[in-house]
């Protein structure tokens, strides 16, 4: 009996040797939300969230930190790294928008950074080296449990780049895993800009590709770019996660280690909402960030009867009240039989009260003015079947549409209004659209295609100024949704 209760003892001591459990944190696409919004979300509440602890963990975010307020506009994004390295991030995908001001905004960006960017697809064209301060992986070591974390930048970066090379994320993967592996990690993450949203039936994506051919060597997948929340997700034993945006929340990944067993046992993650009135905020961050806050932005410009929405409705219309109102808001600037707006282009709804500047460039970030040109029925036919692909990137006023989705994706059954009057394919229309549209994005290549000289500046002004000064009309009420339904 002495012997039993010997090796009993032995195996409670053994034990905890063998298993651990280590902690991870992911946020993405925080696009320089520091501060909360309605009350919700901002760094400070992340702080108060890590301050509960484990005393060791991993802080890494997805990408795109750069770029989406006037605190990272008129910063090149350098306080977004500021207020990461104060956080204590311990590494960062790279996004599209770390390229909005260019290569030299980005160089500046990873010099300032006291944490690795991590991009295995991102090289010097000319050398094949990695840029300054982006490495391919990184291997950490937290309470002794070894993590590999392995990066993947976006290969759409907002801004064209020339110096370097963002390859195909897959091969650069498998080069990763290839250096990683003989290296004996216990958990292999990957942090990428992408989201599995974007993989779908007969339209596959990398990201799903990874859940289907990575088993066994990758543990975890850290997602992001299309603000979407994944928590949970399991794809062959792998676990998917993505957080959202703007510092709303904050993904905690807990995983379960066995060092006799190999290493990775299981992951799991929790959804954290940072809402300050719950979890608090940490003084101390609270002020820093406050430090960052850029002046003259606070002031009120009008107000709204009601909060202007960003989120789609869930019964088939798939327009939201801001996108609705920006369009509009274009139309009454450059009246036109059509006004085209990218829904990707407003970043965040309107809360329902007093609205201040810095709401208006939280919501429009961009520099963008207004374009007009004259154009056939047929041509805005494909603009819109090529909006609604792969989900739904054009809003309009005076334009209304309804159609179906195939199987595998497809546009079906599109049946287009302009004014109140079926569309006519061979009559002419005047547009009015914004200029990242007209240049080529968010679907707009059809615009490239125009003769030269058909697409003119509707005026100087810049959207946002636009946007600003429709309240001078009164109070914003939100515009009715339905102007594109799916059925």
């Avoid at 039993?4 to 946020?27: D, E, G, Q, R």
């Avoid at 520099?367 to 739904?392: C, E, H, Q, Y």
């Avoid at 636009?466 to 339905?482: C, N, Q, S, V, Y």
Wanted: with cysteine; glycine share 10%.
């Amino acid at each position: 009996m002495k012997k039993f209760w010997l090796v009993l003892a032995l195996c409670v001591l053994v034990s905890p040797v063998f298993a651990k459990t280590v902690v991870l944190y992911h946020t993405s696409d925080t696009h320089g939300f520091f501060y909360p919004r309605a009350g919700k979300g901002g760094a400070a509440a992340l702080a108060a969230v890590l301050n509960k602890g484990p005393e060791n963990y991993l802080l890494l975010d997805g990408g795109d930190f750069a770029e989406g307020t006037v605190e990272t506009q008129r910063s090149g994004g350098l306080k977004a790294v500021q207020l990461m390295n104060k956080l204590g991030y311990h590494a960062a995908a790279v996004g599209n928008h770390e390229f909005a001001f260019k290569e030299s905004g980005f160089d500046a960006l990873s010099s300032q950074a006291q944490f690795p960017l991590l991009a295995a697809n991102l090289t010097i064209g000319e050398t094949g080296q990695y840029p300054q301060n982006v490495l391919a992986y990184k291997i950490f070591n937290v309470d002794g449990v070894k993590i590999a974390v392995i990066g993947l930048a976006n290969q759409k970066p907002t801004k064209p780049v020339r110096k370097y090379k963002i390859s195909k994320p897959l091969p650069a993967l498998e080069k990763a895993l290839a250096e990683i592996e003989p290296q004996h990690p216990d958990v292999v993450v990957v942090l990428a800009h992408d989201s599995l949203a974007d993989d779908r039936p007969g339209q596959p994506h990398y990201m799903g590709e990874i859940g289907r051919q990575y088993a066994g060597r990758v543990d975890i997948v850290l997602g992001g770019h299309a603000h979407k929340i994944f928590q949970n997700e399991y794809r062959n034993g792998i676990l998917f996660v993505e957080s959202g945006c703007n510092f709303q929340n904050v993904s905690k990944v807990t995983i379960e280690t066995d060092d006799q067993a190999g290493g990775f046992v299981s992951a799991k993650s929790e959804l954290i909402a940072l809402d300050p009135a719950v979890i608090g905020e940490d003084s101390a961050l609270k002020k820093y960030a406050d430090s960052l806050r850029e002046p003259g932005v606070d002031v009120v410009v009008g107000q709204t009867t009601a909060a202007l929405e960003k989120r789609f409705s869930q019964h088939g219309e798939m327009d939201s009240p801001v996108d609705n109102w920006v369009a509009d808001a274009t139309c009454r600037y450059a009246p036109a039989d059509v006004c085209i707006h990218n829904t990707g282009g407003a970043r965040v709804g309107l809360p329902k009260g007093k609205i201040t500047r810095r709401d208006i460039m939280d919501l429009y970030p961009f520099d963008n003015t207004i374009m007009t040109a004259r154009v056939s029925g047929a041509f805005l036919k494909r603009l819109v079947a090529g909006g609604l692909v792969p989900w739904n990137r054009l809003a309009y006023s005076g334009l209304t549409l309804t159609y179906k989705k195939s199987k595998n994706g497809k546009i079906k059954n599109l049946k287009i209004w302009v004014r109140g009057e079926r569309l006519e394919e061979d009559k002419e229309y005047t547009v009015s659209v914004n200029s990242y549209v007209a240049g080529g994005g968010s679907e707009g290549k059809l615009f490239k295609t125009l003769p030269k000289g058909v697409l003119r500046p509707a005026g100087k002004k810049s959207v946002r100024t636009i946007l600003e000064e429709d309240f001078k009309r009164g109070p914003i009420t939100p515009p009715a949704i339905g102007r594109t339904v799916q059925k």
